[in-house]
């Protein structure tokens, strides 16, 4: 049986996280409402990490449904 070269499999890089989310703001539900929040928000770290992210929301001390989509949308980026 032979064996499948790994460098045969182009694996695409994930963008950071603040892209990511920013490009679900079509979604519908709370991602899409977190998408478009983040969009509107010019100190949102576009080019930051899940962390990042995190700590934008803890300083602007958003709404506790931002804090739900946030979980749900760290949690769909992780899976890609």
Same mark, same amino acid.
């Given at each position: $049986? !032979?064996? @499948?070269? &790994?460098? %045969?499999?182009?694996?695409?890089?994930? &963008? &950071?996280?603040? %892209?990511?989310?920013?490009?679900?703001? %079509? =979604?519908? *539900?709370?991602?899409?409402?977190?998408?478009?929040? @983040?969009?509107?928000? =010019? *100190?949102? &770290? =576009?080019? *930051?990490?899940?962390?990042?992210?995190?700590? =934008? #929301?803890?300083?602007? %001390?958003? !709404? *506790?449904? #931002? /804090?739900?989509? $946030?979980?749900?949308?760290? +949690?769909? /980026? +992780?899976? +890609?």
């Amino acid at each position: $049986m !032979e064996h @499948a070269d &790994p460098t %045969q499999f182009k694996t695409e890089e994930k &963008p &950071p996280f603040g %892209q990511w989310l920013i490009q679900q703001d %079509q =979604r519908s *539900g709370a991602i899409g409402d977190l998408a478009k929040h @983040a969009k509107a928000d =010019r *100190g949102f &770290p =576009r080019n *930051g990490d899940v962390k990042d992210a995190w700590k =934008r #929301l803890n300083s602007i %001390q958003a !709404e *506790g449904d #931002l /804090y739900d989509a $946030m979980e749900e949308a760290e +949690l769909d /980026y +992780l899976a +890609l």
